[in-house]
T-cell receptor, first 110, second 113 residues
């Protein structure tokens, strides 16, 4: 079993829809949770960062962490074609190394 | 802004060649990482370094080695390139603080023929 599981998609939604991206994990020691966005032929860039459980909002993006269920989510409101990318969840337990999910390829259709 | 620069965007090498991938960061980060990214497998850690001349194996170190002679530079070496090392290679760096995020370079698409 992988430490972090993420549905690779692809996921295709119409412009303006609410998008929900999710990851599950098995290591209860994870404390730091991140979402990276990766455009085609580019390196990943940090989108959201959350410590422990709870919600964090930044503009159209909301990150949720439910440690009791070992489940994290990223919501995108009013999705735009420019949001089309691969989204990777990542997490760590305090060491410097991050453990990544497979990434979900998202397409927003105009 | 943090900048992590990889020396090449695209490389084509022949089987058996020794290949060097270079990465430079400009934020005085202690930690540097090399990942490879393959469809369906996500990012897999090859090696990382938490200080000059220090290195630790990641999840898939076989067939690779690394060098970190200066804090800002981390090199990945394919000793004898093989076709199964065709992949996207990503370099990243971070501060040593607990839970800190990693900053990535733009990636090197390596094709071994």
């Amino acid at each position: 079993q992988k430490e972090v599981e993420q549905d690779p998609g692809p996921l295709s939604v119409p412009e303006g829809a609410i998008v929900s991206l999710n990851c599950t994990y098995s290591n209860s020691a994870f404390q730091y949770f991140m979402w990276y966005r990766q455009y085609s032929r580019k390196g990943p860039e940090l989108l959201m960062y959350t410590y422990s459980s709870g919600n964090k909002e930044d503009g159209r993006f909301t990150a949720q962490v439910d440690k009791s269920s070992k489940y994290i989510s990223l919501f995108i409101r009013d999705s735009q074609p420019s949001d089309s990318a691969t989204y990777l969840c990542a997490m760590s337990w305090g060491a410097q190394k991050l453990v990544f999910g497979q990434g979900t390829r998202l397409t927003i259709n105009p | 802004d943090v900048k992590v620069t990889q020396s090449s965007r695209y490389l084509v090498k022949r089987t058996g060649e020794k290949v060097f991938l270079e990465c430079v960061q400009d934020m005085d980060h202690e930690n540097m990482f090399w990942y490879r990214q393959d469809p369906g497998l996500g990012l897999r850690l090859i090696y990382f370094s938490y200080d000059v001349k220090m290195k630790e194996k990641g999840d898939i170190p076989e067939g690779y080695s690394v060098s970190r002679e200066k804090k800002e530079r981390f090199s990945l070496i394919l000793e004898s390139a093989s076709t199964n090392q065709t992949s996207m290679y990503l370099c990243a760096s971070s501060w040593t603080n607990v839970g800190t995020e990693a900053f990535f370079g733009q990636g090197t698409r390596l094709t071994v023929v």
